[in-house]
T-cell receptor, first 112, second 113 residues
Framework: DGGITQSPKYLFRKEGQNVTLSCEQNLNHDAMYWYRQDPGQGLRLIYYSQIVNDFQKGDIAEGYSVSREKKESFPLTVTSAQKNPTAFYLC???????????FGQGTRLTVV | DQQVKQNSPSLSVQEGRISILNCDYTNSMFDYFLWYKKYPAEGPTFLISISSIKDKNEDGRFTVFLNKSAKHLSLHIVPSQPGDSAVYFCAASPSGSARQLTFGSGTQLTVLP
């Protein structure tokens, strides 16, 4: 089955620690994205990547980092510099020049 | 400043009746609009879209209407079913590219049996 897999589903982090969220897709999509969802708000773009070894900041990139070493994988690191990291994180992918994005099931990150 | 607004956080409808979800936008450069549906603990899934050259697009029980002069779009679900209960996100893009999608805050639809 083709799709996007995010892991873990739930993640707890102590303040001051970095944490990495995994995102893997087998849809052969070139473009991948990370979004953040907070209560009462729409999805906000953190980072996106159009091609391997290239990525661009989205609207709220501060405190986050990404890598795109393989087409299938786009991990997101939430660093200690992110002031309010508790949120629901969604990874997505799309073919180039398409508006239709395919989403993973999300990772709920809680800072304790 | 929210460029895509869904002013109703929730909507309840009786099974078999029509559900109407609304979305307003402010950016006149948006030319492609989508609706996504999201169940709890799952990612959003694409439902239906419309480009700015059209004012209506229909897919089974789902119809999206676009009023460009009012910068307003709506999603109609007829007839509504309990399985339609989910959060519905409106999204818009100026370029036909997913990297420029702007999402609304979502509307929780509950269809009562």
């Amino acid at each position: 089955d083709g799709g996007i897999t995010q892991s873990p589903k739930y993640l707890f982090r102590k303040e001051g620690q970095n944490v990495t969220l995994s995102c893997e897709q087998n849809l052969n999509h070139d473009a991948m994205y990370w979004y953040r969802q907070d209560p009462g708000q729409g999805l906000r773009l953190i980072y996106y990547s159009q091609i391997v070894n290239d990525f661009q900041k989205g609207d709220i990139a501060e405190g986050y980092s990404v890598s795109r070493e393989k087409k299938e994988s786009f991990p997101l690191t939430v660093t200690s510099a992110q002031k309010n990291p508790t949120a629901f994180y969604l990874c997505a992918s799309s073919i180039e020049f398409s508006t239709e994005a395919f989403f993973g099931q999300g990772t709920r990150l809680t800072v304790v | 400043d929210q460029q895509v607004k869904q002013n109703s956080p929730s909507l309840s409808v009786q099974e078999g009746r029509i559900s109407i979800l609304n979305c307003d936008y402010t950016n006149s450069m948006f030319d492609y609009f989508l609706w996504y549906k999201k169940y709890p603990a799952e990612g959003p899934t694409f439902l239906i879209s419309i480009s700015s050259i059209k004012d209506k697009n229909e897919d089974g029980r789902f119809t999206v209407f676009l009023n460009k002069s009012a910068k307003h779009l709506s999603l109609h679900i007829v007839p509504s079913q309990p399985g339609d209960s989910a959060v519905y996100f409106c999204a818009a893009s100026p370029s036909g590219s997913a990297r420029q999608l702007t999402f609304g805050s979502g509307t929780q639809l509950t269809v009562l049996p």
